[in-house]
């Protein structure tokens, strides 16, 4: 499948010097540029995903300035309603 997007990048002398250093024998510069984002995309990915006490916090702050819809979810998720009545609630407890 042909890509559809280009980037041009303008090197010093050194940092092609330090590409050509760390990019394995055989393998183009721009296939080694592309599996260090791909490598960089994955790694980061897992640290995207809040944690449920930063769910928590962030309800309990849209609670506080006065969003109802934020105070309810967060007196649902406190409470242990057995029965996820939305999204939030369904990713609060980790139902698929």
């Known amino acids: 499948m042909p890509r559809e997007n280009t ?3 303008r090197l010093s002398d050194a940092e092609l010097a330090a590409l050509d250093d760390r990019k394995p024998v055989g393998m183009s510069r721009a296939d080694w540029v592309r599996a260090q984002i791909t490598a960089s995309v994955r790694q980061d990915g897992p640290a995207d995903v809040p944690s449920r006490e930063d769910v928590l916090a962030a309800l309990w702050r849209m609670a506080r300035d006065g969003s109802v819809t934020a105070a309810v979810s967060l ?3 406190l409470r242990g309603d057995e029965q ?4 939030l609630e369904s990713f609060l407890r980790g139902v698929e």
Do not use: F
């Open 84 to 87: 996820p009545s939305g999204d």
């Open 75 to 77: 007196a649902r998720e």
């Open 7 to 9: 980037m041009t990048i």
